[in-house]
């Protein structure tokens, strides 16, 4: 700070009123004349002013001691001033200067390249534990499929047949022209009244023959040739197809369903006729009293059925079971002669 002293003395002016002399300004007779120069400062660091200079008016060239609120020094206020204005601004420098130099080297990603370093070298060894455990497990997998197979046992396979096999037959022959009148006339205990062909196709073929004078008897004769179904167990060949129906019929006809109209039947097996066959008796005793046998017959992939009823009591007189049985079996064989007398397929 600058110290403080007595205000400096007035200098002499030659312009000034002497003794009875006037100044050399003639407008104001009063007032002492202005010199041309401006006065040299002292080396004291005070600057003396004339009350009437230009300026002299302005608080700010005013001298120190003129002030009223004292003396305070200018040029410490003058610092004040710049440092409290550069002091908010040090801080963003100071934020923002590591800010800049870390993008710049970091590429302008913000991050520390310590930091990117260590994340790049992370993602590296993640790639390589993954490359080399999913290598790992395909190995294994492989090494277990491979064993799996080589010590599975192995096992038939049995493809699904969709064409007729060797030895089935593709048609059967006509079921109103198999029987001879007279043999007719002896399981019918009479010449037929008529003869119906139900059905008549080149795989299956269906004829009813009927009695209706002293007694009542009726023979009804079915053919058919199976084809190749997926619907049966096994390979689903053709003849896989007629041993289903075989086995089903049999079981429908021992334990009918509930509700059925039809006796349980009593059934006993037949050697002889196709591949397997059998005899079944049931006695209907409703309204009227009919016995009905039933001759079924598997031969390769055709099914005979043979039925043959009869009504006894009242007009018609007796029937012998075991005689309508005879009947019954005897046309079977004589319709699985006629089937086996067919073209098989070769």
Known sequence: MT??????????HSGHFGSGGHSGHTGNPGRPSRPRAAQESRNDGWQVLGAFEPGSDEDSDLPPWAI?????PMRPARRATRTAEAEPAAPE?????PRTVRSAR?????????RSRAAATRRRRSRRRLTTWGSVAVVAAVIAVAVYYLTEPSTPTHPYVTTLQKGEFRTVPNACRLIAPSALSQYLNGRPSKSVQTFAA?????CTFQVDAKTFRELDITMQAYTPSLIAPGNGS???YARYTFAQTRQVLATPPKGAAQPPASIKPLS???SQAF??????RQRSKTDLVIVLVQLHNVLITVKLWASVGGSFGSVSIPQLQGYAEAAARTTATAVSSQPPVT
């Open 3 to 12: 110290e403080q002293g007595y205000p400096p003395r007035q200098s002499s």
């Open 68 to 72: 009223p609120g004292g003396i305070e």
């Open 93 to 97: 420098i100071a934020a923002e200067e």
């Open 106 to 114: 970091s590429g302008g990603s913000g991050r520390r390249p310590g």
């Open 202 to 206: 080149a795989a299956k073929s269906e």
């Open 238 to 240: 053709a003849t896989s």
């Open 272 to 274: 002889g006729p196709g």
């Open 279 to 284: 005899a079944a008796v049931q006695l209907y």
